[in-house]
Antibody, heavy 120, light 112 residues
Framework: QVQLQESGPGLVKPSGTLSLTCAVS?????????WGWVRQSPGKGLEWIGE???????HYNAALKSRVTMSLDTSKNHFSLRLNSVTAADTAIYYC?????????????WGQGILVTVSS | DVVMTQTPLSSPVTLGQPASISCRSS???????????LSWVQQRPGQPPRLLIY???NRFSGVPDRFSGSGAGTDFTLKISRVEADDVGIYYC?????????FGQGTKVDIK
């Protein structure tokens, strides 16, 4: 059974950079899956941020694209999210999730989520 | 972006009775490959989302058969045949036909 676990600072200062990591266990990130991020804030509900493939290919939400970078570390079997120039509007629970394309196009496994607050 | 609109936003249900949630997309969700990538996810209180249904009507592994999905094009429905206490939570539709993937605003199901 695949498990995903987010980690990172729970508090980030305005204009700073949010950096999160998602550790994957029970399966390799070098696989046919994409590895993505979704956030949940009271004001905007669930918002898909983007995803990364083990080749390094990415898809980003255009609304965040100028501020987002996703990457993987295959040696540690984890993937990461960086969001720069954060504001209070970026305060949310951030989830990492596994995505499968082909005949499916779904998010089948999710991490527990990590609350990130943007505040001075 | 494709806008997903769910109704109702809240659905109080008696245990053992059915529940139904509608989801409408602002554009057709038929992909160029002919598939329709509409999913339903459940979020129990304090938990992350959990995949229930994919491609309109396919139950994900381990999902009870009291959950069913239907629809086509821009109109979709999730039905719970007999609501159990374990079903309390917020249900979201999600489209994965077009980037960015987008979610409905959620429907809260609770027990009367």
């Amino acid at each position: 059974q695949v498990q995903l676990q987010e980690s990172g600072p729970g508090l980030v200062k305005p204009s700073g950079t949010l950096s999160l990591t998602c550790a994957v266990s029970g399966g390799s990130i070098i696989s046919s899956y994409w590895w993505g991020w979704v956030r949940q804030s009271p004001g905007k509900g669930l918002e898909w941020i983007g995803e990364v493939y083990h080749s390094g290919s990415t898809h980003y939400n255009a609304a965040l694209k100028s501020r987002v970078t996703m990457s993987l570390d295959t040696s540690k079997n984890h993937f990461s999210l960086r969001l720069n120039s954060v504001t209070a509007a970026d305060t949310a629970i951030y989830y990492c999730a596994r995505a499968l394309y082909g005949d499916y196009h779904y998010l089948d496994y999710w991490g527990q989520g990590i609350l990130v607050t943007v505040s001075s | 972006d494709v806008v997903m609109t769910q109704t109702p936003l809240s659905s109080p249900v008696t245990l053992g009775q059915p529940a139904s949630i509608s989801c409408r997309s602002s554009q057709s969700l038929v992909h160029s490959d002919g598939n329709t990538y509409l999913s339903w996810v459940q979020q129990r209180p304090g938990q992350p989302p959990r995949l229930l249904i994919y491609k309109i009507s396919n139950r994900f592994s381990g999902v009870p058969d009291r959950f069913s999905g239907s629809g086509a094009g821009t109109d979709f429905t999730l039905k719970i045949s007999r609501v159990e206490a374990d079903d309390v939570g917020i249900y979201y539709c999600m489209q994965a036909t077009q980037y960015p993937w987008t979610f409905g605003q959620g429907t809260k199901v609770d027990i009367k």
